[in-house]
Nanobody
Framework: QVQLVESGGGLVQTGDSLRLSCANS????????MGWFRQAPGKEREFAAA????????VYADSVKGRFTISRDNAKNTVYLQMNSLKPEDTAVYYC????????????????????WGQGTQVTVSS
């Protein structure tokens, strides 16, 4: 069973950094591609970053490319999102998601492809 719990959100100022964590309380992250999505008030949930099961492949939304880094530690059943140079437009609830996959190199940008979701963590960036 996969249960995802995000942490690390908070209130920061423009230019600050935050690191989000997503821990799986289930037995393993094995066979799971992981993604981070975000949802700002009044907007649809959008893709931010994704990483393959083996950690070898990553992909980012253009809006966060060069500022955010996704990584994972399968031994700790945890995926991270390092967010640097934060901007007010990064303000959103950030969600972690897991996708069952048979390929260690696969990942997905599509929300509909993910099978499990966390409850979200709020990130607020003040100007």
């Amino acid at each position: 069973q996969v249960q995802l719990v995000e942490s690390g959100g908070g209130l920061v100022q423009t230019g600050d950094s935050l690191r989000l964590s997503c821990a799986n309380s289930g037995p393993t992250f094995s066979g799971k591609a992981m993604g981070w999505f975000r949802q700002a008030p009044g907007k649809e949930r959008e893709f931010a970053a994704a990483i393959s099961w083996n950690g070898g492949n990553t992909v980012y939304a253009d809006s966060v490319k060069g500022r955010f880094t996704i990584s994972r530690d399968n031994a700790k059943n945890t995926v991270y999102l390092q967010m640097n140079s934060l901007k007010p437009e990064d303000t959103a609830v950030y969600y972690c998601a897991a996708k069952d996959t048979l390929s260690s190199e696969a990942y997905s940008l599509r929300r509909r492809n993910y099978d499990y979701w966390g409850q979200g963590t709020q990130v607020t960036v003040s100007s």
